[in-house]
């Protein structure tokens, strides 16, 4: 019982923590398809508390694949966000097309996304 009293507490503040962390605000828009067929995107939350928590560049022997992931940012953000592949986060101005969801995260206290910056065509990244 007092294992399970040590988790539950972890948890607690754990989440507070990592809410006091969340220093950005984003709009979290998911994709949608209009009656026509035509796709747009939804607003699913327009005050979705988040971080950048920067690039992560794995150890891999294949030199290209530093090229993949050169774009790649990880937001965190609180882990009751039912967050998507496919959603986007807008952040500043800027858009981050989400690739990925961790599905096992610590103690539930923060889920964590990977996305790539949206850049338009023609336009060079910041």
């Known amino acids: 019982m007092n294992r399970v ?5 972890a948890r607690l503040h754990g989440s507070a923590t990592a809410t006091a962390l969340f220093s ?16 747009t995107w939804g607003t699913v939350s327009s005050s979705l508390a988040c971080r950048i928590l920067g690039n992560t560049i794995g150890s891999s ?5 530093l090229f993949a992931q050169a774009g790649d ?20 101005g800027r858009t981050y097309n989400i690739t990925d969801v961790e599905h096992m995260p610590t103690y539930g206290v923060q889920r964590i996304a990977t996305a ?4 338009p065509y023609g336009e060079g990244s910041a």
């Open 24 to 39: 950005a605000s984003a709009t979290w828009q998911r994709p949608t398809l209009s009656a026509a067929g035509v796709e």
């Open 73 to 92: 940012v990880r937001i965190a953000m609180p882990y009751a966000t039912a967050i998507k592949v496919g959603d986007r986060l807008i952040i500043d």
């Open 61 to 65: 022997a294949n030199p290209l694949d």
């Open 116 to 119: 790539r910056l949206s850049v």
């Open 5 to 9: 009293r040590r988790v539950r507490n």
